[in-house]
């Protein structure tokens, strides 16, 4: 009995010098012939700017401009037209711009306030015209006058399914914004 125990002894070391060899000798060559990996983040730049057109009280155009700079990338840009009919400083009621007022075919209005370029605004280029027809800055009867406010924002084109999650929308294939 006294051998067959100390054969299992033996046997038992054998086996953990083997495992504890095998795991030292392969940790030991990961990390000798491992290379760091190098994480490189690049910054990009987004810088877009609204232009509008106004002749009198009158709003004929209202363009988005994706301006030229080395660092600044092609984008994705949605516009919201915000108004307001104003009296003694106070809004007094919300004024909504009409549907037929936007030029679908270059962009889609969304279900969210916004209304989405359809193609990629490339550096150095503008947008065109969001306006099918002019908007008129009028005052009602009451005194309260229309105040008419438009903002944007850009988002990079790249990944897609970024514009996606940050915006709800989708990207077709040929990379024009779909609802």
Do not use: C
Request: charged share 20%; no cysteine; hydrophobic share 40%.
């Amino acid at each position: 009995m006294k051998r067959s125990y100390r054969k299992t002894l033996v046997l038992l070391i054998a086996a953990a010098m083997l495992l504890t060899m095998s795991v030292g000798s392969t940790a030991a060559l990961l990390q000798v012939s491992s290379d760091p990996v190098e994480n490189v983040f690049m910054a990009v730049k987004v810088d877009t700017k609204i232009n509008e057109t106004f002749n009198n009280s009158e709003k004929s155009s209202i363009t988005v401009e994706n301006k030229q700079a080395d660092d600044n990338m092609d984008v994705y840009v949605r516009v919201a037209v915000v108004g307001n009919w104003v009296k003694g400083g106070k809004i007094v009621e919300k004024w909504t711009l009409p549907d037929d007022y936007i030029n679908t075919t270059n962009w889609v209005i969304g279900n969210d306030g916004f209304y989405y370029y359809k193609q990629v605004l490339e550096v150095g280029t503008s947008t065109e015209n969001l306006l099918a027809k002019t908007i008129t800055q009028a005052t009602r009867a009451d005194d309260a006058k229309l105040e008419v406010t438009v903002v944007h924002q850009a988002i990079q084109y790249l990944p897609t399914s970024a514009v996606k999650e940050a915006w709800g929308v989708n990207v077709a294939t040929d990379g024009t914004i779909r609802k």
